[in-house]
């Protein structure tokens, strides 16, 4: 039986560009993690922050069309809303060489890799934070690489394979929290022809 391909919400409006520009922003959808909706408590708690810090910031996200209400539940004397993403994952609307589009996206990215730095050393400071073996559960890595097209492709077919298995098999409501960020990317300004060596 095939999965079904996950819905997705492209960043093309400058509503939600600017929307995912911010880390705390981008944390706040990285919460969804167990596909159940979630309060505006419920987000501040799994944050350690007060929910008075993130109503303005749910909201934006809202507007623009990435989180959206899906109901309530009763919380004392009244109501509170409840929030999941529009979409499983979100995906930005890049047009190479477009200025605008170009910002964009590197506002968005800038905003997930400073993330990922805070990520890294909260990990590094965990004495449960293990780096190696099989049962290592932080790595961090760096590479500059040739390939052909058809490595390229093969890469892509990892990379969506690691996405399907954190998307689908993965059990959402058991272990510990993670994060993964990756960047693959055509590097610029690179001598080509390495096939004569640099003379001083």
Do not use: C, W
């Amino acid at each position: 039986m095939s999965k079904s391909k996950p819905k997705t919400v492209t960043a093309d409006t400058p509503a939600r560009r600017a929307a995912l520009s911010s880390p705390l922003r981008l944390e706040i959808i990285g919460l969804f993690t167990e596909h159940e909706p979630l309060s505006i408590a419920d987000m501040a708690s799994r944050m350690g922050r007060p929910a008075g810090s993130l109503y303005h910031h749910v909201g934006v996200l809202e507007k623009a069309g990435l989180l959206r209400r899906t109901g309530t539940r009763p919380k004392g004397k009244r109501h509170e809303a409840l929030f999941q993403p529009a979409g499983e994952r979100v995906a930005l609307a890049v047009e190479p060489g477009s200025d605008d589009d170009v910002g964009h996206a590197v506002r968005t990215l800038s905003a997930a890799f400073r993330m990922t730095i805070r990520d890294l050393e909260a990990a590094l400071r965990d004495p449960g934070t293990v780096t190696t073996g099989q049962d290592r559960n932080a790595t961090a890595a760096r590479m500059h690489f040739r390939a052909t097209a058809g490595t390229i492709r093969k890469l892509n077919d990892h990379l969506q394979a690691i996405e399907d298995l954190l998307r689908h098999e993965v059990d959402g409501t058991e272990g510990r929290h993670y994060s993964l960020t990756l960047a693959l990317l055509p590097l610029r300004g690179r001598n080509e022809d390495r096939s004569e060596e640099e003379t001083p």
